[in-house]
Nanobody, 122 residues
Framework: VQLQASGGGLVQAGGSLRLSCAPS????????MGWFRQAPGKEREFVAA????????YYADSVKGRFTISRDNAKNTVYLQMNSLKPEDTAVYYC????????????????WGQGTQVTVSS
């Protein structure tokens, strides 16, 4: 499975960005798609996840109510809509694909896309 992430950029606090991730090759094996982020000097952390063949979604408490993960089956693409962005959301964001039900655990993810930088200015 290959993952292609896009959509990062520079935005002012309070603004919005939408990240996209398009998996290809063997998606039938997947259980979940997730977004993780890593800020400078910090460990990579879970942001959100979506069950590939269902509607369940999961969010980190820090983004709940501001971020929305969704999936467009026709385009085979997963999105992360980020609203009300804060400077502390600044990080490299990664999309990942998992065959495991442990959707919040980065070590359960088998496939990773390249990161996309999100920078939120104050």
């Amino acid at each position: 499975v290959q993952l292609q992430a896009s959509g990062g950029g520079l935005v002012q606090a309070g603004g919005s960005l939408r990240l996209s991730c398009a998996p290809s090759g063997g998606t039938f094996r997947l259980y979940a798609m997730g977004w993780f982020r890593q800020a400078p000097g910090k460990e990579r952390e879970f942001v959100a996840a979506n069950i590939w063949s269902g509607d369940s979604t999961y969010y980190a408490d820090s983004v709940k109510g501001r971020f929305t993960i969704s999936r467009d089956n026709a385009k085979n693409t997963v999105y992360l809509q980020m609203n009300s962005l804060k400077p502390e959301d600044t990080a490299v964001y990664y999309c990942a694909a998992s065959r495991s039900t442990a959707v919040r655990n980065q070590y359960e993810y088998d496939y990773w896309g390249q990161g996309t930088q999100v920078t939120v200015s104050s």
